[in-house]
């Protein structure tokens, strides 16, 4: 028995793998197209702009300390209603809640969403933003958006060191929603 070797020319496996090729081509263009390219958005809906002022007595048991003032604690507080919209087939959790303002003069500020814990003390504090949050809920970190639905909540953020002046001529604004897993969604605070 004897086996012969047939040969090939180079070019004959050439038609199979540009077949091959086009129909990978074909899929992977499929599988970009269909599928979305943000897994959120985010949309602010409503927004109050409450500013406070604290001030530390430098008093020690009622006797004033000589060359001392006063210190004044400034925080800007920022109640924004923002919609997450889920473009997935299926639910999206929420990690966190940022936000960042820019002033004047180019220094950024940065702050992350009050909790459910902290916002029973800002409440007490501060009634006046007790007030402007008073028509809805706080959006809570772990808040699950359904698939292809929306939730909407409350972002308490408070700005530390800022008032409504420092508002009023900021470069910039923007809150950050952060899915887990995925990059954040931005917003414009205006």
């Not at 959120?40 to 000589?66: E, F, R, W």
């Not at 950024?108 to 409440?123: G, H, Q, Y």
């Amino acid at each position: 028995m004897q086996f012969q070797q047939t040969h090939r020319p180079a070019n004959a496996l050439l038609l199979p793998i540009v077949i091959a090729g086009v129909v990978l081509a074909a899929v992977a263009a499929g599988i970009y197209f269909h599928s979305p390219h943000t897994p959120a958005t985010v949309a602010l809906t409503q927004m109050k702009i409450v500013p406070t002022k604290v001030t530390y007595s430098n008093d020690s048991n009622t006797l004033k300390i000589l060359g001392k003032t006063d210190a004044d604690e400034n925080t800007l507080f920022v109640v924004a209603t923002v919609k997450v919209h889920n473009n997935l087939d299926t639910p999206l959790s929420l990690k966190n809640y940022t936000a960042k303002l820019t002033t004047a003069e180019g220094a950024e500020l940065e702050t992350s969403a009050s909790e459910k814990d902290d916002a029973p003390a800002v409440f007490t504090a501060f009634p006046e933003v007790r007030a402007a949050a008073a028509n809805g809920k706080l959006l809570l970190r772990d808040s699950e958006v359904p698939a292809k639905g929306d939730l909407e909540g409350i972002l308490l953020l408070g700005f530390k060191d800022a008032t409504q002046a420092t508002w009023d001529k900021r470069k910039s604004a923007e809150v950050a929603v952060a899915p887990y897993h995925m990059d954040a969604v931005k917003a414009e605070l205006k």
